[in-house]
C-alpha cells in the first residue's frame, strides 16, 4: 500500500530552527510538495521537490532524497504565525497525491 | 500565483435539505478539480477528481449519488451534497490544476453545518 509518515506534533521556540521530517513508499513517484495548514483555513503552498537536493525559498527550505524516500521542510528563524499544521504529500506514478496526516506545529515565545 | 475561490464560505442547512458548493478558478483555466473533506484534526480526504466535460471519479467509500460533482467548465467545478445529515458537517475544500502545471491551487474552504 501507499503510504506518507510524519510525526504528529513538534514543539519549537520562537527564533529557532525546527526540520518536520516525512517518509513515504508510493507506487511511482511524480514530486513531494508541502503545505502549510492555520487552524480553519485551507492549505497553502510552501515548496515542491521533484529531484533530489535542497530547495530555498526564503525562511522554508524543503529537502528531497528520492532513494531514501525521504523529505524533511525546514523552518528558520521561526515565528508565532508559523505554528500551523504541515502537510507532506507525494504524487505517485498514476498521478495521484497522497496526503500526510501532517504535522502540528506549536510556536512557544 | 493561481486564485481558487469556493462560495459559500459557511453554510448551515436542516438535515435532508441540499447544499451545493462552488469552485471557481479566477485567472486560469482549470482542467481538472478536486474536492476533498477534513473532519477537525485530520488530514485532507479526497472524495473525487474531475476533469472538466466528464464524470467525476470517485473515492472509494465516498457515494456519488449523495455527493454530486459537476466540472460543466473549466472554470467552474460545483459539489452539491444531497439530503445532507449532520454526519456530513465537515470543512469542504477544493483545488484546481491546470494541464501545464504541477501544483494544486486550493480554495478557501467551506464550513457546511447540517443541523
Known amino acids: 500500500g501507499q503510504n506518507i509518515d510524519q510525526p504528529t506534533e513538534m514543539t519549537a521556540t520562537e527564533g529557532a530552527i525546527v526540520q518536520i521530517n516525512c517518509t513515504y513508499q508510493?507506487?511511482?513517484?511524480?514530486?513531494l510538495f508541502w503545505y502549510q495548514q492555520h487552524a480553519g483555513e485551507a492549505p497553502t503552498f510552501l515548496s515542491y521537490n521533484v529531484l533530489d537536493g535542497l530547495e530555498e525559498k526564503g525562511r522554508f527550505s524543503s529537502f528531497l532524497s528520492r532513494s531514501k524516500g525521504y523529505s524533511y521542510l525546514l523552518l528558520k528563524e521561526l515565528q508565532m504565525k508559523d505554528s500551523a499544521s504541515y502537510l507532506c504529500a507525494v504524487r505517485d506514478g498514476s498521478y495521484q497525491l497522497i496526503w500526510g496526516a501532517g504535522t502540528k506545529l506549536i510556536i512557544k515565545p | 500565483g493561481a486564485v481558487v475561490s469556493q462560495h459559500p464560505s459557511r453554510v448551515i442547512c436542516k438535515s435532508g435539505t441540499s447544499v451545493k458548493i462552488e469552485c471557481r478558478s479566477l485567472d486560469f483555466q482549470a482542467t481538472t478539480m478536486f474536492w476533498y473533506r477534513q473532519f477537525p484534526k485530520q488530514s485532507l480526504m479526497l472524495m473525487a477528481t474531475?476533469?472538466?466535460?466528464?464524470?467525476?471519479?470517485?473515492e472509494q467509500g465516498v457515494e456519488k449519488d449523495k455527493f454530486l460533482i459537476n466540472h460543466a467548465s473549466l472554470t467552474l467545478s460545483t459539489l452539491t451534497v444531497t439530503s445532507a445529515h449532520p454526519e456530513d458537517s465537515s470543512f469542504y475544500i477544493c483545488?484546481?490544476?491546470?494541464?501545464?502545471?504541477?501544483?494544486?491551487?486550493f480554495g478557501p474552504g467551506t464550513r457546511l453545518t447540517v443541523t
Open positions: 508510493t507506487s511511482g513517484f511524480n514530486g
Open positions: 483545488s484546481a490544476r491546470g494541464d501545464r502545471d504541477h501544483e494544486q491551487y
Open positions: 474531475s476533469n472538466e466535460g466528464s464524470k467525476a471519479t470517485y
